[in-house]
Antibody, heavy 123, light 107 residues
Framework: EVQLVESGGGLVQPGRSLRLSCTTS????????MSWVRQAPGKGLQWVGF??????????EHAAAVKGRFTISRDDSKSIAYLQMNSLKTEDTAIYYC??????????????WGQGTMVTVSS | DIQMTQSPSSLSASVGDRITITCRAS??????LGWFQQKPGKAPKRLIY???SLQSGVPSRFSGSGSGTEFTLTISSLQPEDFATYYC?????????FGQGTKVEIK
């Protein structure tokens, strides 16, 4: 069974850091570009960024709202994607989801999502 | 950035109604679009990929159409379990962008 499980969320003060993990199983993680999407309370979905698979360079793209503060990485040996969040702001408060996409398989585009992890930035 | 304009933002409908939700892209995105359903407290669930392909296991009353800049999600006969919020997502270019969402409520 394909699974994505986010962890690492919690309450953090503005200006501090937090690292989220997306632990996966049931598929060949290395073949997939991994994305992070967030949802502020009562709001819509917002793309945060992605990390390409190694076959596509393993590079990252981030949304303007988080660029320079958030960094996505991956450990293919552990099948985990990470979202390092630095200099957190109150507006980063949201549920953070991870999702997958194998660029060689259009049918896989964002087909599976984790359950999400809540990040609350507050003093 | 590509803007995805989704309409309506909300709608009230009855069980058995046919409803259509539209997403318009500010520039052409081929068919690189998905539709997602989200219920309160749950993760998004993919319904449609490549603009018109039905996700395995999703009821056939859901359908998607369009290419380029205009896309639609249609539910042919609304069922009680379909009351939720629906989003489109373009993945033709980055930043990826979602529509603002359409909340489907019971009339």
């Amino acid at each position: 069974e394909v699974q994505l499980v986010e962890s690492g969320g919690g309450l953090v003060q503005p200006g501090r850091s937090l690292r989220l993990s997306c632990t996966t199983s049931g598929f060949t993680f290395g073949d997939y570009t991994m994305s992070w999407v967030r949802q502020a309370p009562g709001k819509g979905l917002q793309w945060v960024g992605f990390i390409r698979s190694k076959a596509f360079g393993g590079t990252t793209e981030h949304a303007a709202a988080v660029k320079g503060r958030f960094t996505i990485s991956r450990d293919d040996s552990k099948s985990i994607a990470y979202l390092q969040m630095n200099s957190l702001k109150t507006e980063d408060t949201a549920i953070y989801y991870c999702t997958r996409y194998n660029w060689n398989d259009p049918e896989s585009a964002f087909d599976i999502w984790g359950q999400g992890t809540m990040v609350t930035v507050s003093s | 950035d590509i803007q995805m304009t989704q309409s309506p933002s909300s709608l009230s409908a009855s069980v058995g109604d046919r409803i259509t939700i539209t997403c318009r892209a500010s520039q052409g995105i081929r068919n690189d679009l998905g539709w997602f359903q989200q219920k309160p407290g749950k993760a998004p669930k993919r319904l449609i990929y490549a603009a018109s392909s039905l996700q395995s296991g999703v009821p056939s009353r859901f359908s998607g159409s369009g290419s380029g800049t205009e896309f639609t999600l249609t539910i042919s006969s609304l069922q009680p379990e379909d009351f939720a919020t629906y989003y489109c997502l373009q993945h033709n270019v980055y930043p990826r962008t979602f529509g603002q969402g359409t909340k489907v409520e019971i009339k």
